[in-house]
């Protein structure tokens, strides 16, 4: 099984800093990789699939990069809506397989 | 608009059986794979089990495999789980999701999602 690990597990951030999350495969994964944001009692919305599509409807301050095991979500410039919980996700392999997940609060 | 609408959670007891249910409308079903995601209570994201468009191709996370079963009726744009021999460690809040593709893909939309629990 593919495994994922993301990092941070939690940041606290402003409204308007520029935020990054890591998210690493245990095996090379191309860019099947997707991004997912969270919020509280609700469902995981898509962001970011192939590891750098942005899902239509997105904010363009979303973006993600990488290939292979390594890649990065950049939010440029953080907004009050953001501040969720953030999941990668291989989607090269079964069984598919997410990232542990950051939190990304109020600083 | 794509919907998806999970129904058939709720408590049953240790051993016991639950059959989701996720109605599906604003896409072609048949063209799309379909999943099942859980999420623990305060835990992570665990995708549980995903078919095929035509329901030929089944796929099962280990901790599911031989209790859980995945099936769709593409004839009432339906995605099923019938879910067997639970226990506590599949409480959880069950979503249905529709893959961005044909095969194995990321999910693109997700339903407001069903709580299972399971407690004696």
């Known amino acids: 099984d593919i495994q994922m690990t993301q990092s941070p597990s939690s940041v606290s951030a402003s409204v308007g800093d520029r935020v990054s999350i890591t998210c690493r495969a245990s095996?090379?994964?191309?860019?099947?990789l997707a991004w997912y944001q969270q919020k509280p009692g609700k469902a995981p919305k898509l962001l970011i699939y192939g590891a750098s599509s942005l899902q239509s409807g997105v904010p363009t301050r979303f973006s993600g990069g990488g290939s292979g095991t390594d890649f990065t979500l950049t939010i440029s410039s953080l907004q009050p809506e953001d501040f969720a919980t953030y999941y990668c996700q291989q989607a090269a392999s079964f069984p598919l397989t997410f990232g542990g997940g950051t939190k990304v609060d109020i600083k | 608009e794509v919907q998806l609408l999970e129904s058939g959670g709720g408590l049953v007891q240790p051993g016991g059986s639950l059959r989701l249910s996720c109605a599906a409308s604003?896409?072609?079903?048949?063209?799309?794979?379909m999943s099942w995601v859980r999420q623990a209570p305060g835990k992570g994201l665990e995708w549980v089990s995903t078919i095929s468009g035509s329901g030929a191709n089944t796929y099962y996370a280990d901790s599911v495999k031989g209790r859980f079963t995945i099936s769709r009726d593409n004839s009432r744009n339906t995605l099923y789980l019938q879910m067997n021999s639970l226990s506590a460690e599949d409480t959880a809040v069950y979503y249905c999701a529709k893959g961005r593709g044909t095969s194995v893909s990321c999910a693109d939309y997700w339903g407001q999602g069903t709580l299972v629990t399971v407690s004696s």
């Open positions: 095996q090379g994964i191309s860019s099947r």
């Open positions: 604003g896409f072609t079903f048949i063209n799309y794979v």
